[in-house]
């Protein structure tokens, strides 16, 4: 994942909070988009370095990206 896509990003929420307040749409979009792509860099360095993984980690992965909720209360992604 290139790293000019997090400081374009960084730079964009910088240069809307000069001129408007905190809690404007426009802000609140930047900044989630600039905390998407700090956790899309984190994801990338490390599945880099994982071993492969079987579908069921696979689905159980994605299923916490989607925000679905988790099979049992107690599972823990280990």
């Known amino acids: 994942m ?3 896509r997090a400081l374009s990003a960084r730079g964009r929420l910088n240069a809307l ?3 408007r307040p905190a809690d404007d749409p426009v802000v609140l ?3 989630r988009d600039l905390r998407t792509e700090g ?3 984190h ?3 490390v599945v ?3 071993p492969p993984l079987s579908a069921e980690q696979r ?3 994605a299923a916490l990206l ?3 909720p988790e099979h049992g209360a107690g599972d823990s992604v280990r």
């Open 17 to 19: 909070k000069r001129y």
């Open 2 to 4: 290139p790293r000019n």
């Open 29 to 31: 979009d930047a900044d």
């Open 66 to 68: 989607r925000g679905a």
């Open 59 to 61: 689905d159980k992965i």
């Open 39 to 41: 956790l899309a860099e």
């Open 48 to 50: 880099n370095v994982f």
């Open 43 to 45: 994801v990338h360095r």
